[in-house]
């Protein structure tokens, strides 16, 4: 059984939306990954920091128009 990969974009929304939105994906899917893309600055930390304190695995890679915070669930 593969596991899901669900896309979010964020960027555009300031916080807190872009956390509500990436912690509401990651509390309906019991396995998987969830990638986010956000905007730098306070996005960029906030919604890192949230995945991390939830015992997630974040990686997060700069990207043209902002940045792609990959969280491993």
């Known amino acids: 059984m593969s596991s899901q990969v669900i896309e979010i974009d964020c960027r555009g ?3 807190p939306e872009p956390v509500i ?11 998987g990954t969830v990638v986010a893309f956000v905007d730098a600055g306070a ?9 991390k304190s939830m015992g997630y ?5 700069q990207i043209e128009d902002g940045f792609k915070i990959t969280i491993k669930k």
């Open 13 to 15: 929304l300031l916080c």
């Open 57 to 61: 695995y974040v990686e997060i890679e």
């Open 43 to 51: 996005p960029k930390e906030n919604v890192s920091r949230m995945a």
């Open 21 to 31: 939105r990436v912690r509401k994906v990651l509390e309906q899917i019991e396995k």
